[in-house]
């Protein structure tokens, strides 16, 4: 392998959830690389960055290591791990959480009911620190795959396990009782490199169009006609981003308003618009937004 030291090394998943989207999310800030299958380490051709490719379990401690100056993972395998890595800033994919889930005919069905049971794992760090904060003695077995069978197998009375839609937890009779964590892709960065100053301007560099993206993908330009008079409404309905963009139309009164709205309220503002007079509503994706 080729490594050069004077470039940024990232760590992202080889085979698995986070592999493509990972690989995306960079290609998307425009890093180019070559990610033909079977690789272990690819080299940047626009930016001064080295991939590696690696199993996810093995990421956290790479980069608490400095074998890599950054790596995308999920937070459970951070929090699993122990890694002392600073955790820069969460991508927006990889979304799931770590549950308890019990049997669905049982007698359990709260945290509560886990005294003095045995639940089966692959995450015996972040749920033990889970039972211990909250006083319940349980005991941990831990497994390295396919949890969801251990309470059929009578090797556990309830697992703690990832769950994105909930489908195989159905398909095994269980059903999730407590969410232990929250969990999401995110960039994780080595404690040094973000304290030496060549490596951290790269890194900030980097997060500013990383960041820029996400942004992006989260917010919609949304250009509408309204009648002048409505503008005192309609600038109170917009969400505090920046100022809208107010254009005269060659019809008298008429005004058009362009402005930035983000995802998560875009569809209350939307008809809130509406309702305050906004017509010809044109919505549009955003390629990126740098603030
Ligand atoms: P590796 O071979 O790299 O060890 P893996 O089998 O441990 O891979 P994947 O199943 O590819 O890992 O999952 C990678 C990450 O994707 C998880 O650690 C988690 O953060 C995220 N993820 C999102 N949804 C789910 C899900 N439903 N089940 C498991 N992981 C999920
Ligand atoms: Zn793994």
């Given at each position: ?9 990232i ?33 940047c ?6 991939i ?44 799931c ?9 049982g ?63 159905r ?8 969410v ?17 100053t ?11 169009r ?6 992006a ?71 990126k937004?740098?603030?």
């Amino acid at each position: 392998m080729d490594l050069n030291n004077e470039n940024l090394k990232i760590a992202i998943q080889k085979k698995g959830r986070l592999s493509q989207p990972s690989g995306e999310l960079l290609k998307a800030v425009g890093i180019e690389f070559d990610s033909s299958d079977g690789r272990l380490f690819a080299r940047c051709r626009s930016y001064p960055l080295d991939i590696l490719f690696l199993r996810d379990d093995d990421i956290p401690e790479y980069v608490q290591d400095g074998v890599t100056d950054l790596g995308i993972v999920g937070l459970n395998v951070v929090e699993e791990k122990g890694a002392k890595v600073s955790k820069l800033d969460f991508l927006g994919y990889g979304e799931c959480e770590l549950c308890v889930a019990v049997p669905k005919q049982g007698e359990m069905h709260s945290v509560f009911d886990l005294r003095g049971k045995r639940i089966a794992t692959s995450y015996p760090r972040v749920l033990g620190k889970f039972l211990a904060d909250r006083g319940l003695d349980a005991r941990i077995i831990e497994i390295s795959g396919s949890v969801e069978i251990a309470p059929g197998l009578d090797v556990a009375d309830a697992i703690c396990d990832l769950v994105s839609t909930g489908s195989t937890l159905r398909i095994h009779d269980l059903v999730p009782i407590e969410v232990v964590l929250k969990s999401e892709a995110v960039l994780i960065a080595n404690q040094n490199s973000i304290a030496d100053t060549r490596k951290s301007e790269l890194i900030e560099r980097l997060r500013t169009r990383l960041l820029s993206h996400l942004q992006a993908k989260r917010t919609k330009y949304v250009m509408m006609n309204a009648p002048e008079g409505a503008l005192a409404t309609i600038k109170e309905i917009l969400p505090g981003m920046k100022s809208p963009t107010i254009l005269p139309l060659a019809e008298k009164g008429m005004i058009a308003v362009h402005t930035a709205v983000p995802e998560e309220v875009f569809w209350d503002v939307i008809e809130r618009l509406k309702g305050a007079g906004a017509t010809d509503l044109l919505v549009v994706p955003v390629e990126k937004m740098v603030v």
